[in-house]
């Protein structure tokens, strides 16, 4: 079983920039895709990102392509969400998953997840 914690959310302006950590425990992840989500109130998840621990590979939606920047770092068994021009648009809450299903961004498809992260972008 695999336990996901996210963090670095906050509050941030719009045009700035934060990173999100997917720290995971209970069992290597370098079997997995990872994919990062988020909801905003009265909105359905949007899969934003995914990357495969195994070989790298990387997917991301049109939304965030160009602004956010998934990566890894196998040895930490972390991933990190890099978020860039934030827009007012992007506020909601942030949750990583896995799975062992190859390069998927749709969250039915998820084993595990964390409990999310809220990034607010406001003035």
């Known amino acids: 079983q695999v336990q996901l914690v996210e963090s670095g959310g906050g509050l941030v302006q719009p045009g700035g920039s934060l990173r999100l950590s997917c720290a995971a425990s209970g069992s290597s992840l370098d079997s997995y895709t990872i994919g990062w989500f988020r909801q905003a109130p009265g909105k359905e998840r949007e899969g934003l990102s995914c990357i495969s621990m195994s070989d790298g590979s990387i997917d991301y939606a049109d939304s965030v392509k160009g602004r956010f920047t998934i990566s890894r770092d196998n040895a930490k068994n972390t991933v990190y969400l890099q978020m860039n021009s934030l827009k007012p648009e992007d506020t909601a809450v942030y949750y990583c998953?896995?799975?062992?299903?190859?390069?998927?961004?749709?969250?039915?498809?998820?084993?595990?997840w964390g409990k999310g992260t809220l990034v607010t972008v406001s003035s």
């Open positions: 998953a896995s799975t062992m299903t190859t390069m998927t961004r749709k969250d039915d498809a998820m084993d595990y």
